[in-house]
């Protein structure tokens, strides 16, 4: 640190003496004139020295003053400069007109930022208070299309069951899409059983078990994770989800491998080697989304910032027209923030 600073200095020194070399040389030019001109009079050489030399002394101690101080502000700025322009406060104090008038402008577009930022989080409060709105609505008429195709039992009634339990999913991940940055993401971080988290999803896809002959191998895990329930039930719909969509013939297979790695495989058509690292970038269908037509390229998207929200990981292993395996790392490496905040309170109310 000392040696970091020390270079900071010398490189700060070199800028300053730069930006003041037009006061330097008048200086010095000041200093040769009055040389001179007691040379001119023969007066003697100490007589012209000692002025000088003087003079020197003072400029010297008047620009190591004046770096000092320059150096100490251009340290404070450096603080502030890497803060938000929400947090830029205490400036330091101006010592010239042009640093009252470059406050007075920073000031200005701070201000300018703040009524920007203000009127963009209000357009996006607004934006996601609609479409909140309007995903609990459209529940209401599939939830009555729901119980009328209960009423009979039949292929067509079945296949329609089928597509509305995708309508659901889509508009669920609309409201996770929504709901992703939100302030108020009412996280509940408590511990769970495993085995009930993935029961409830393996439940909804059994419908699309049965109509696609597909085998789930499945055997109950018996441990527990620190997580949220809800999120994590998300998470894993979503990746059965493409598994059940990729996955014509074979077998679904849901285990658990140490420490605490929750492991979906499928022996469906696989990813290829060159969309495996972008499979979790937002948007991103690569060849076998682009071959479907349908793909939205969000949903493992979701996944992955839902798992980095709880302190999970998420990884993808593939091999073309042999499988994928999706592995969700549930040991809980990081759990900070809200969600420890969270966590906390729900430990104390059940003590």
């Known amino acids: 640190m000392g040696k970091d600073r020390k270079n900071k200095r010398w490189i700060f020194f070199k800028k ?13 030019l000041f200093c040769v004139i009055f040389a001179v001109s007691f040379l001119l009079y023969h007066l003697p050489i100490k007589a012209v020295a ?10 010297i101690g008047v620009l190591a003053v004046g770096m000092k101080k320059a150096f100490l502000k251009h340290e404070e700025l450096e603080r502030i400069s890497k803060l938000s322009a929400n947090l830029m406060r205490n400036f330091p104090e101006p010592d010239s007109v042009s640093d009252e008038d470059y406050c007075h402008i920073i000031e200005l577009l701070c201000e300018e930022q703040r009524q920007l930022t203000n009127r963009m989080d209000r357009k996006y409060s607004d934006m996601v208070d609609y479409y909140t709105m309007w995903a609990h609505q459209i529940k209401t008429p599939i939830a009555s299309m729901r119980l009328h195709l209960q009423k009979e039992d039949s292929d067509f009634s079945r296949k329609m069951s089928s597509e509305l339990f995708r309508i659901e999913q889509y508009v669920e991940m609309v409201l996770m899409f929504l709901r992703l940055d939100s302030d108020t993401t009412d996280y509940v ?9 993935v029961k409830q999803a393996v439940k909804k896809f059994s419908g699309d078990f049965i109509s696609r002959k597909l085998t789930l191998n499945y055997e109950p895990i018996q441990a527990k994770v620190i997580t949220d329930e809800k999120w994590l ?4 719909e979503q990746v059965l989800s493409n598994a059940l969509k990729y996955t014509s ?11 605490k790695t929750l492991c979906i495989r499928d022996t469906g058509i696989g990813i290829a080697a060159e969309d495996l690292p972008r499979v979790f970038e937002k948007g991103y269908t ?15 998207y979701l996944c992955k910032r839902i798992c980095k929200n709880l302190g999970h990981g998420i990884t993808a292993r593939s091999v073309v027209d042999q499988g994928t395996v999706i592995k969700i790392d549930l040991s809980q490496k990081n759990l900070g923030g809200v969600r420890l905040k969270s966590y906390i309170e729900n430990s104390r109310r059940r003590d």
């Open 16 to 28: 300053y003496t730069a930006y003041r070399k037009r006061e330097i040389i008048l200086f010095l």
């Open 50 to 59: 000692y002025p000088v030399l003087l003079c020197s002394i003072v400029g």
């Open 189 to 197: 971080i408590k511990e769970y059983e495993i085995d009930d988290i």
């Open 233 to 236: 039930s998300f998470v894993i």
């Open 249 to 259: 013939k074979g077998s679904i297979s849901i285990s658990l491998e140490e420490p």
């Open 286 to 300: 690569g060849y076998n989304g682009r071959s479907d037509k349908k793909a939205s390229g969000i949903g493992l």
